[in-house]
């Protein structure tokens, strides 16, 4: 079975903090496979939904009339969640995964720049690896 070059793994910090939960993952990584594949992780602090909401002109583009609130960073267990499901529910949709349902088409309209650190370190790593992927193979 072919490894793959890159490796991106997708896990919310939970309120531990990006940096340890991006440690465990690398940690694991080099247990399991060491120097197999190039590990990038996108740890979203402290959760998914934030990054949905982080760039505001994002969801009104994938959702017209969405409203998302600005909010400051708090971990709380439904905290985004439900501020994102709100902002979905303003434009008289009922959004059937919390929101989770518009992840894919909220990435392809956001601007990284507007993103928070977590997102900052995963666009670096992301873009690096793909670098020296590309450097590599050329």
């Known amino acids: 079975m072919p490894k793959p070059d890159v490796l991106v793994v997708v896990v919310d910090g939970d309120c531990r903090g990006a940096a340890q939960v991006r440690r465990q993952l690398e940690e694991e990584a ?21 990054w949905y909401l982080e760039d505001a002109e994002a969801l009104p583009r994938v959702v017209p009339g969405a409203r998302p609130r600005p909010l400051r960073y708090k971990c709380g267990r439904d905290r985004y969640k439900n ?30 720049e507007r993103m928070d650190r ?17 450097a590599a193979f050329g």
């Open 83 to 112: 501020a994102l499901r709100d902002a979905i529910r303003a434009a008289g949709v009922e959004p059937i995964l919390g929101g989770a349902e518009y992840g894919e088409a909220i990435a392809e309209v956001l601007r990284p």
């Open 118 to 134: 977590s997102f900052q370190r995963f666009w670096e790593d992301l873009r690096a690896a793909l670098c020296a992927l590309h």
């Open 30 to 50: 080099v247990r399991i496979e060491p120097r197999l594949f190039r590990l990038v992780c996108a740890v979203p602090d402290p959760h998914i939904e934030r």
